[in-house]
Antibody
Framework: QVQLQESGPGLLEPSETLSLTCTVSGGSMDRYYWSWIRQSPGKGLEWIGYVFSSGTTNYSPSLTGRLTISIDMSNSQFSLRMSSVTAADTAIYYC???????????WGQGTLVTVSS | QSALTQPASVSGSPGQSIIISCTGTSSDIGSFDLVSWYQQYPGKAPQVLIYEVTERPSGVSDRFSGSKSGNMAFLTISGLQAGDEADYYCCSYRQGRTNNYVFGSGTSVTVL
């Protein structure tokens, strides 16, 4: 079955760039949307953005300008880059399959990213 | 962008049925049959219970059911069990400046 796994640094200092990768195993990435979602401590879920297998992207209006989401089909991965992080970006970051008209149906286990000096 | 509105908490006794509401707008729930519900245990990733308003993925108990009326979606949990204690989130496609999806504020379910 399809599985997703996030990876990347867990601790960043303010103003640094967050970089996370999601590795997809057990299935094809083709013709699917792939999303990043985050959850701040004790809070709800927030959609960050998604990328289609073609490379087309769509970002949350509140975060656009700081975001780059890309896909590497040859390595079955997609990635998130978020620049100029602050403490407000501290959250568990999830990757998920889904986006646009296909709401997320499979999620990674999540990775905690803490922004602190 | 504003989240969909859910009650902060809902409780019930074992065996009872509870309903969790999710209030949106004509730009999301009211116009599209693209509503999902997720169950999240502490420290775990969300898992889909319902998709496309009423559909259940294979492996999800039929005690969970979804419905929609106007700008509101509903998750019903029948025959409440201790293992249903978790957080529940709705999610809907939203058409707007950027077509995307939006989550509900989350509901904590307590089994008394």
């Amino acid at each position: 079955q399809v599985q997703l796994q996030e990876s990347g640094p867990g601790l960043l200092e303010p103003s640094e760039t967050l970089s996370l990768t999601c590795t997809v195993s057990g299935g094809s990435m083709d013709r699917y949307y792939w999303s990043w979602i985050r959850q701040s401590p004790g809070k709800g879920l927030e959609w960050i953005g998604y990328v289609f297998s073609s490379g087309t992207t769509n970002y949350s209006p509140s975060l656009t300008g700081r975001l780059t989401i890309s896909i590497d089909m040859s390595n079955s991965q997609f990635s998130l880059r978020m620049s100029s992080v602050t403490a407000a970006d501290t959250a568990i970051y999830y990757c998920a399959r889904g986006g646009a008209l296909n709401l997320p149906d499979l999620w990674g286990q999540g990775t905690l990213v803490t922004v602190s000096s | 962008q504003s989240a969909l509105t859910q009650p902060a908490s809902v409780s019930g006794s074992p065996g009872q049925s509870i309903i969790i509401s999710c209030t949106g707008t004509s730009s999301d729930i009211g116009s599209f049959d693209l509503v999902s519900w997720y169950q999240q245990y502490p420290g775990k990733a969300p898992q889909v219970l319902i998709y496309e308003v009423t559909e259940r993925p294979s492996g999800v108990s039929d005690r969970f059911s979804g419905s929609k009326s106007g700008n509101m979606a509903f998750l019903t949990i029948s025959g409440l069990q201790a293992g249903d204690e978790a957080d529940y989130y709705c999610c809907s496609y939203r058409q707007g400046r950027t077509n995307n999806y939006v989550f509900g504020s989350g509901t904590s379910v307590t089994v008394l």
